[in-house]
């Protein structure tokens, strides 16, 4: 079975930075579509990017031109890059399938994002 694994997370200024990776396990991450989600303190979980498994992304319009999937099959990673972070992104991100079910859920990553 899948587990994943995310890191990357941490606190930055407003209009920061930070690129996120979720490693996987298994061989089958490399024929599903992955995603990036994120929870914030009473709030749903969303889903902010996807990526297909021939590497076509798609965005939220909350993080378009702002953040950038992308993803390594060679080495079961999917990676996050998060530019000109805003304060209301604060949340524990996670990956996993974007479509047609989930797998475990990880740990998720913290993104605190303060002055």
């Known amino acids: 079975q899948v587990q994943l694994v995310e890191s990357g997370g941490g606190l930055v200024q407003p209009g920061g930075s930070l690129r996120l990776s979720c490693v996987a396990s298994?061989?089958?991450?490399?024929?599903?579509?992955m995603g990036w989600y994120r929870q914030a303190p009473g709030k749903q979980r969303e889903l902010v990017a996807s990526?297909?498994?021939?590497?076509?992304?798609n965005y939220a319009d909350s993080v378009k031109g702002r953040f950038t999937i992308s993803r390594d099959n060679a080495k079961n990673t999917v990676y996050l890059q998060m530019n000109s972070l805003k304060s209301e992104e604060t949340a524990v991100y996670y990956c996993?399938?974007?479509?047609?079910?989930?797998?475990?859920w990880g740990q998720g990553t913290q993104v605190t994002v303060s002055s």
């Open positions: 996993n399938r974007a479509v047609l079910g989930y797998f475990p």
């Open positions: 990526i297909n498994s021939l590497g076509r992304p």
């Open positions: 298994g061989s089958a991450f490399r024929a599903y579509a």
